[in-house]
């Protein structure tokens, strides 16, 4: 026993001379609502002659007008308060004819002006930088519209089903919605030009091209929706210069087949590719992530070559092709790269693989097969939805996770065995909804640790459950701290086949690295006894 003593204090002073390792810190924003922001949000009514208004804390707001007025001043201040937003349907159907917007104004609120037919001219103000969604859409006879820079975006449908011919656009618009034009002679004449629309090089809209597809170099980005449900083009070449490929941009394009994604694109955008026809797809060494359903349903997809390096994948993103069912056969665990892409086929205890480090959400949802499931230490988050429905799930094991998303384990109701990591600080609403047994929480950290989590709604099993909580340095996850955990950490050091241990307790300095320094600190709090 004196020759242990002796050799754990030698390995200690050791240790001394070694600097400490910074804790590595993740900070995650907490949506709060405090008392100055509903202060903020608080409002009184008012009338300003024909005008109804709302005012806030430092601003007003127009709410509506009388509905048979035809000419409409709109004042720059009321009660001593700049007039910046016009708010959604403010003047929807009415009967107005002109209309004279302030220099204060900045927003123009979704449907304000919708379906004024009286309405034929209007100019936006230099001071507005955002039109939204149908603000101006159905004014059947507004054949004018002056817009100035310092103008950011313009909404989905804003300008549709007017008699709009002309319109200048301005260089600062940096944000499009789809089908701002359509139904107006203005669209007419330039998609009968050219199919291909490009406003301040961003491609808006492709929905009347054919066949193979260049796109000109020079452009950016492609816009939402720009191509949606262009079932004629077969072939798209996007250039070097795009950067960005918009949500849903080629959704139902059910004869494209083939398309070339150049090494610029960070992210392939929700849905953008989703119900093509695309039969093979590169994805290139820039991606670094691949959005919610973006190649989802493309049922003659039968090849997706990745990066060699690791690609955050998001729910569903290949649900419905050829290619996941090819590698479901293959592997019920899909995994690319370090990220477990599906799990929905599998059964029984599911063991996740040590070199997994992201899971997709959704990724076991609804598999009712499963029964238990392990998820190694490296994996720091469980998305939204991820084991959604799992009804048969009755264990899981998070050694390394920091945050679960909501709906996470939502109705997986006989889980009844639930091992949390102390490093976790957020639980979102819903994460465990509908778990119906009070079950047992092993909980890695201490009671005070665990009351310091950020913890969402409509989590009763989390409440009713038992708990016990963890000792740090119990590396053998026996409840106890002895030689027994030298013994355990040493030989996993060693990469001993038979090594087994809790990686979250045998982590003493909490910098998620399991070392020498730990091995350390470990000899260090047993001689401390």
């Not at 201490?446 to 009763?460: R, V």
């Not at 087994?500 to 006894?529: T, V």
Request: glycine share 6%; charged share 20%; with cysteine.
């Amino acid at each position: 026993m004196k020759k242990l003593v002796a050799l754990l204090g030698a390995v200690c002073l050791l240790c001394t001379s070694v600097p400490a390792i910074p804790e590595l810190v993740q900070e995650t924003a907490v949506l709060t609502v405090s008392a100055a922001e509903e202060a903020e949000s608080a409002y009184t009514e008012g009338i300003y002659g024909i005008l109804t208004y709302r005012e806030y804390a430092d601003y007003i707001e127009i709410s509506g007008c009388d509905a048979n007025a035809e000419t409409v001043e709109i004042p720059a201040v009321i009660n001593g308060k700049n007039v910046i937003r016009i708010d959604d349907d403010a003047f929807m159907n009415c009967t107005v004819k002109t209309v004279t917007l302030p220099d204060t104004l900045i927003t123009i609120g979704h449907r304000a002006f919708h379906s004024c037919s009286n309405l034929t001219k209007i100019e936006i103000p230099v001071s507005v930088t955002e039109i939204d969604a149908s603000a101006f859409k159905s004014c059947e006879n507004l054949e004018q519209v002056i817009l100035h820079e310092g103008l950011e975006s313009i909404g989905v449908s804003v300008f549709k089903n007017t008699a709009l011919k002309s319109i200048a656009i301005p260089a600062s618009v940096s944000s499009f919605g789809y089908e701002i034009f359509d139904g107006t002679p203005f669209w007419e004449e330039l998609t009968a030009k050219n199919p291909i629309v490009i406003f301040n090089n961003i491609l808006v809209d492709g929905r009347n091209c054919t066949g193979a597809v260049v796109i000109p170099d020079g452009v950016t980005r492609i816009n939402s929706f720009a191509f949606q449900m262009n079932m004629t083009v077969t072939s798209v070449q996007i250039p070097d210069s795009v950067t960005e490929i918009g949500k849903d941009a080629f959704t139902y394009c059910t004869g494209l087949t083939g398309i070339t994604i150049p090494n610029t694109i960070e992210e392939i955008s929700i849905g953008a590719f989703s119900d093509s026809g695309l039969k093979a797809v590169t994805i290139p060494d820039s991606v670094l992530n691949i959005r919610s359903g973006a190649f989802a349903y493309c049922m003659d997809l039968e090849e997706v070559n990745f990066p060699d390096h690791q690609v955050d994948v998001y729910s569903e993103a290949f649900e419905g092709t050829p290619w996941l069912e090819a590698r479901r056969a293959e592997n019920p665990l899909v995994i690319v790269n370090g990220t477990l892409i599906d799990g929905k086929t599998c059964t029984g205890d599911v063991i996740i693989p040590k070199d997994v480090t992201i899971i997709s959400s959704k990724a076991f949802s609804w598999n009712e097969n499963i029964t238990s499931v392990i998820v190694p230490a490296g994996v720091h988050a469980i998305w939204d939805e991820t084991f959604d429905n799992c009804t048969n799930l009755k264990s899981a094991e998070l050694p390394g996770v920091e945050y679960i998303g909501p709906n996470a384990f939502n109705n997986c109701s006989p889980l009844e065995s639930l091992k949390l990591s102390r490093r976790l600080h957020t639980i979102g609403d819903n994460a465990f909804d509908k778990c119906k047994t009070r079950g047992m929480i092993y909980y890695s950290g201490t009671e005070e640790q665990w009351n310091q989590i950020e913890m969402g709604k409509s989590n009763l099993f989390i409440r009713i459950s038992e708990f016990k909580y963890g000792v740090s340095g119990d590396a053998d996850d026996d409840g106890s701290l002895g030689v027994a955990d030298v013994i355990a950490l040493q030989k996993w050091l060693h990469a001993r086949p038979d090594a087994s241990i809790n990686s979250d307790l045998a982590d003493l300095d909490e910098n998620g690295i399991i070392n020498i320094f730990d091995l350390c600190l470990l000899k260090r709090k047993l001689l401390a006894k």
